[in-house]
Structures are given as structure tokens and as C-alpha cells.
């Protein structure tokens, strides 16, 4: 069954806008993490943002915040005031220890930021 | 803080060769290394995780003889393909964790381009 799931595979947004993207996950362990990357056309993989399992509080990385819905299961990422510099690919990834605390990846989303 | 170099950034090789790609963490100790391999516009597929003085772990379809994982130290860990042929050309991106840290921090990635 696959882990985690990314319904968006692209999404647009005008600049200094807000925007949501998507993430759905899936495990029976009570102790998981969910992590957030950037990844731009260079390549690398930024990460942005990480969400524990039993985290009170949603959590946020400056213009990045984690919507963390426990019992639906997703964890969305909300990026505030888009700039152009956020067009990149997203992808949301879980670390359980089903998986051998491996990180399992969404197959993103592609953000492009509108002037 | 947290940052993980990666060599080559781009290699092209023949078919037959081996080719080497290294993966270090530069300002922590890395007690956990992965490899993955990321086809183009698709998501990051693990390969293979690696700790500190001991056998890397492949995952299932990873041929082990065919991509050596060697991690001798707590900042270096190197990727080998051997015999690479035209089917391994693909972007190759290590991550690094050290002990009680949740985030895997990534390189920046290596193409690797088989003639």
C-alpha cells in the first residue's frame, strides 16, 4: 500500500498568495514523522519542515506552516506570501518504523508561482 | 548547519566503466547514510542505506553487486557503479542523518549519463 500520497501533481499560484499543497499518509505505527522538500530544477533536495507524531502544535518554518490533521491523516503544506523563488517540486515524505525508519516520498507536486 | 556535499555533481561515462560518486556530511556526523536513484519527473526511490562501519542494507530489486555502498567513516560514504550501462543513467542523490535526528539532510545529487 503506498505511504504517502500527493493527488496535486501541479499546482499554480499568483505571487504573495497563499497556497496549500496536499499530502495524505498511511501507516498503523502511532510513532511517525512527516517532512516536507523543496526540490528546484538544480537538483537538490531542500527540506523544509518537519511534523512529528504526537507534536501538539502544527508546525511552522517561517513561511512554511505543516496542517497536521492526525485523524485524517494528512499533512498539508501551507506556503504564505508565495514568492517566485518557490516555483519547485514538492514532495512530502514519512518516517515510520514499519519502514526501518526509512523516509518514504509522495511523488510531488509542481509548484509554479505566478508574476 | 546541517550540510551534506555530494561528487561529482555530473559524470558521463562509457558503457563498462565504474564510476564512483561520494557523499559527505561536511559539519555533522553521519551515523546513517542513504542512497537514492530519481528518474526524471518521477519521485526519489531508496536504494540502499548504509551505516557507519557496517554492510549497507539494499532494498528489495537493488542489485548489490552492481552499486557498491561503502561507508567507512561517520562523513563519507561512497556509491560505486559498476559496469554502468546506458539503463543507469539517472540522478543519484544521498541523504545523511546522524543518531536521534529525526531529518535526513540531502546532497545536492550527481547525474550520471551512460553512453
Known amino acids: 500500500a503506498q505511504k504517502i500520497t500527493q493527488t496535486q501533481p501541479g499546482m499554480f499560484v499568483q505571487e504573495k498568495e497563499a497556497v496549500t499543497l496536499d499530502c495524505t499518509y498511511d501507516t498503523s505505527d502511532p510513532s511517525y514523522g512527516l517532512f516536507w522538500y523543496k526540490q528546484p530544477s538544480s537538483g537538490e533536495m531542500i527540506f523544509l519542515i518537519y511534523q512529528g507524531s504526537y507534536d501538539q502544535q502544527n508546525a511552522t518554518e517561517g513561511r512554511y506552516s505543516l496542517n497536521f490533521q492526525k485523524a485524517r491523516k494528512s499533512a498539508n503544506l501551507v506556503i504564505s506570501a508565495s514568492q517566485l523563488g518557490d516555483s519547485a517540486m514538492y514532495f512530502c515524505a514519512m518516517r515510520d518504523m514499519a519502514g526501518a525508519n526509512n523516509l518514504f516520498f509522495g511523488t510531488g507536486t509542481r509548484l509554479t508561482v505566478i508574476p | 548547519g546541517a550540510v551534506v556535499s555530494q561528487h561529482p555533481s555530473r559524470v558521463i561515462c562509457k558503457s563498462g566503466t565504474s564510476v564512483k560518486i561520494e557523499c559527505r556530511s561536511l559539519?555533522?556526523?553521519?551515523?546513517?547514510m542513504f542512497w537514492y536513484r530519481q528518474f526524471p519527473k518521477q519521485s526519489l526511490m531508496l536504494m540502499a542505506t548504509?551505516?557507519?562501519?557496517?554492510?549497507?542494507?539494499?532494498e528489495q530489486g537493488v542489485e548489490k553487486d552492481k552499486f557498491l555502498i561503502n561507508h567507512a567513516s561517520l562523513t563519507l560514504s561512497t556509491l560505486t557503479v559498476t559496469s554502468a550501462h546506458p539503463e543507469d543513467s539517472s540522478f543519484y542523490i544521498c541523504?545523511?542523518?546522524?543518531?536521534?535526528?529525526?531529518?535526513?539532510?540531502f546532497g545536492p545529487g550527481t547525474r550520471l549519463l551512460v553512453l
Open positions: 548504509s551505516n557507519e562501519g557496517s554492510k549497507a542494507t539494499y
Open positions: 541523504s545523511a542523518a546522524s543518531s536521534g535526528q529525526e531529518t535526513q539532510y
Open positions: 559539519d555533522f556526523q553521519a551515523t546513517t
